[in-house]
């Protein structure tokens, strides 16, 4: 039985970015929904799209490239864990690897991007860093 189901997408991910290929699926949670539309939105991937099947749904991720065929994520890693949750104010937050990264944060306002929760003024528990 999985207990970390975002640790389990984001290795899905990176593997998949190793191997250069072109799309990954994912199991659904709205979370792991949210932190997937930041990546498109920061632009680490280029795509996503909901599949249902029945009952059960999926998330297909397509990867993004650079024009040397080198995947555009340069290191994604899992922060909160479940034996040990990282929280921050939001002037931690502020920024990561001097704006080039983000982080993903989960506040009480949703899932947010780090430069997004600074701007609000709150912070919350850091799930994920991407750069």
């Known amino acids: 039985m999985m207990t970390d ?66 995947s555009v994520i340069n290191e994604i890693k899992k922060i909160s864990k479940p034996g040990r949750r990282v929280h921050q104010g939001k002037d931690a937050i502020r920024t990561f690897k001097n704006g080039y990264g983000t982080l993903v944060v989960s506040t ?4 947010l991007a780090n430069d997004e929760a600074y701007k609000r003024g709150i912070g919350g528990e850091v799930i994920c860093s991407i750069w």
Not at 23 to 47: D, P, R
Not at 108 to 111: F, I, K, P, T
Request: glycine share 4%; no cysteine; aromatic share 6%.
């Open 108 to 111: 009480s306002q949703g899932v």
């Open 5 to 70: 189901i975002i640790a389990d997408s984001l290795t899905r991910i990176r593997n998949a970015a190793q191997r250069r290929l072109d799309t990954t699926t994912l199991l659904h949670s709205n979370t792991i929904e949210a932190i997937v539309a930041i990546f498109v939105e920061k632009g680490y991937l280029e795509s996503y799209k909901v599949k249902e099947d029945g009952n059960k749904k999926t998330i297909k991720v397509v990867l993004k490239y650079d024009d040397n065929e080198k």
